[in-house]
Nanobody, 127 residues
């Protein structure tokens, strides 16, 4: 049974850091493209970052470039999202998702590409 479980969310002050984890079971993360998405209240779900299974390429939305880092630990079958210099506008529920299909710089944010989704973890950035 394929399952993705996010953890690591919480309340942090502006400028602070959090590391989100996406633990996978039922498949190997090194064979899947893993994306992180987020959804703020009243807004649509948007792509935050993605790591490719083929060559480890990473993609980021412009607003998090330089602040967030995605990484993968194949031994732990887990993908991480290190979030630094957090801003109030980063407040959202964060989801990880997986797909065997190819992801590219122009397509990785498309929700319909992803076959499996986690339940989400809340990140709140507030003073």
């Amino acid at each position: 049974q394929v399952q993705l479980v996010e953890s690591g969310g919480g309340l942090v002050q502006p400028g602070g850091s959090l590391r989100l984890s996406c633990a996978a079971s039922g498949f190997n993360v090194d064979y899947y493209n893993i994306g992180w998405f987020r959804q703020a209240p009243g807004k649509g779900r948007e792509g935050v970052s993605c790591i490719s299974s083929s060559d480890g390429s990473t993609y980021y939305r412009d607003s998090v470039q330089g602040r967030f880092t995605i990484s993968r630990d194949n031994a732990k079958n887990t993908v991480y999202l290190q979030m630094n210099s957090l801003k109030p506008e980063d407040t959202a529920v964060y989801y990880c998702a997986a797909t065997e299909g190819g992801v590219y710089y122009y397509s990785w944010t498309s929700l319909r590409l992803y076959d499996y989704w986690g339940q989400g973890t809340q990140v709140t950035v507030s003073s």
